[in-house]
């Protein structure tokens, strides 16, 4: 085989990515719709739950971490205070910032909408998927999981 050939298997590969991407995308919309946020925008769903899992932040790192102009942080953590998600308290060692964290009445809300995508998920995997397909999937997983450590 020359060299400069292409890898029949390269291709192959890449159109598994690019189907794997595109499907990701869709179960993403999924749940996404199962969860029913309500008048929750998708940019403050991801501030609720990058605070639920890091903890508390300011409006800064929240939004360098999110990608997002500081002005822009600003206005979606008001809506997520005005909402009684989000509260702030002083910077224990820089008064003049605030360290935002969610509230209970959020951790309780985050509960129940990761419970409905989950039971979303439970009940199509036990409906749609033979046992046999179902050991397949936790396969998957396992590999899915192998492509995030890397």
Known sequence: MDTNDPDP??????TMAGELRVLVGQLRRKLREQAAPGDLTPSQV????????DGPATVTSLAQAEGVRSQSMGATVAAL???G??????HPTDGRQTLLAVTP???RWIKAHRAAREDWLYRGIRARLSPTEQK???AAIGLLRRLLDA
Do not use: I, N, Y
């Open 105 to 107: 009445l959020c951790r």
């Open 9 to 14: 298997g390269d291709a192959r590969l890449h």
């Open 81 to 83: 205070q005005a909402a």
């Open 85 to 90: 998600f989000v509260e702030g308290a002083p």
């Open 136 to 138: 397949k999937l936790a």
């Open 46 to 53: 991801s501030v609720l739950g990058r605070l639920d899992r």
